[in-house]
């Protein structure tokens, strides 16, 4: 097993980037809230989120209420990084201000955990968004100049 000074084998860092996306499925807060460090940050995520478990709060404070699973699909993990690309099932009130509530939306997304001491770090984020604006009915138009 490869291990790098205080990071965690590869096998627990992948567990915890599993765990981290099955309290997200459970829209459990605190729970996430205990597996981040102080300065998480999270790219590609909304906007201005702050660090750490206020930033896991502000983050749950977007989306509003939702019902969501997600499938992992692969995991690859080096050192203190692991990606997981994965399949998310979700109904939820409003999706960038689109209403939503009642509507299924699948999409994909890939993960990219930074694991720190066993707590998850960092979380570089990239998920087909527009694919569920399109779902829901979005429509893109051209703003004149």
């Known amino acids: 097993m490869h291990t790098n000074g205080t990071i965690g084998t590869v096998a627990a860092n992948k567990a915890i980037a599993g765990r981290f996306l099955d309290l997200v499925a459970a829209h459990d807060i605190d729970g996430l809230s ?5 300065t998480w940050t999270m790219h ?9 478990p206020a930033g896991i709060r502000a983050l749950f404070g977007t989306f509003g209420r939702i019902e969501q699973v997600w499938t992992i699909n692969d995991v690859i993990a080096e050192g203190d ?3 997981i690309r994965a399949t998310n099932w979700c109904v939820q009130d409003v999706f960038f201000n689109l209403p939503a509530a009642g509507i299924e939306q699948v999409f994909t ?6 694991i ?3 707590m998850v770090a960092e979380i570089w984020r990239n998920a087909d968004d527009l694919g569920r604006y399109f779902q ?8 004149a100049s």
Do not use: I
Request: glycine share 24%; charged share 10%.
């Open 81 to 83: 990084k692991v990606v």
């Open 34 to 38: 205990g597996m981040v460090t102080p």
């Open 44 to 52: 590609g995520g909304p906007p201005n989120l702050p660090t750490g």
């Open 116 to 118: 720190e001491g066993g």
């Open 136 to 143: 829901l009915g979005g429509v893109l138009t051209r703003q």
């Open 109 to 114: 997304a890939t993960f990219t955990f930074r």
